[in-house]
Structures are given as C-alpha cells and as structure tokens.
C-alpha cells in the first residue's frame, strides 16, 4: 500500500514558477513508477509528466514539454515537478500517481495507476 500527499501548489503570475512535491510512505517505493496529472475545471483529468522507478526515464505532455521537469529522490521517499514559465492555461488541480508496475506508453494513461493523491491546487494569473 501507498499513500501519496502533494504540496507546493499556490497562485502564482504567469511566467512564475512553482516546485510541486509528493511525499510517498509505504513499501517499495522505489520501485513504483509515479506520474503526475491535472484536471481542469470542466475537463477530464490529463497527464503532465511521469517518471520510472529508475529514474532513468521520463515523460511529459507535449503542452508542458521544456517548462515543466519531473524528478524523484527515492531516498527522501518524494517525486517533485519543477514548473517554469507557467502559463494560465496550467491552472488545475494537479495529482501525483503512483504503480508498481507501469512503463513505457502506459505511464501516459490515468487509468493505469493504482495508487493517487488528493491533489494540490496551482493558479496562474494573467
């Protein structure tokens, strides 16, 4: 069993920046590839970035693609999403994901992962 809190989110100006940080606990984790996704209101949830157990490999959506950076440290139990040049289009609730089992295109897909966050909240004025 995993369990996943996010933090970091807040309302920032376009063109800031925010770390988004989720903090993992229980066993194994390691080995479980995360994944971070947002959702909009109105929209359906959508990937954002996502990152091997190794962390090795990484992934992201192209709309967020060299502003956004997904990094874990399996030491401190924690995956972050360093998010540059924010633009307002990025407000959303975002969620941190995680499985054990997960690679290659099926990091990409929300119904994939077996263990979320409840989110955390990022804002970007105009």
């Known amino acids: 069993q995993v369990q996943l809190v996010e933090s970091g989110g807040g309302l920032v100006q376009a063109g800031g920046s925010l770390r988004l940080s989720c903090d993992a606990s229980?066993?194994?984790?390691?080995?479980?590839?995360m994944g971070w996704f947002r959702q909009a209101p109105g929209k359906e949830r959508e990937f954002v970035a996502a990152?091997?157990?190794?962390?090795?490999?990484?992934y992201y959506a192209d709309s967020v693609k060299g502003r956004f950076t997904i990094s874990r440290d399996n030491a401190k139990i924690t995956v972050y999403l360093q998010m540059n040049s924010l633009k307002p289009e990025d407000t959303a609730v975002y969620y941190c994901?995680?499985?054990?089992?997960?690679?290659?295109?099926?990091?990409?897909?929300?119904?994939?992962?077996?263990?979320w966050g409840r989110g955390t909240q990022v804002t970007v004025s105009s």
């Open positions: 994901a995680a499985d054990p089992i997960l690679y290659g295109s099926r990091l990409y897909e929300a119904s994939e992962y077996d263990y």
């Open positions: 229980g066993r194994s984790f390691s080995r479980y590839a």
């Open positions: 990152i091997s157990w190794s962390g090795d490999n990484t």
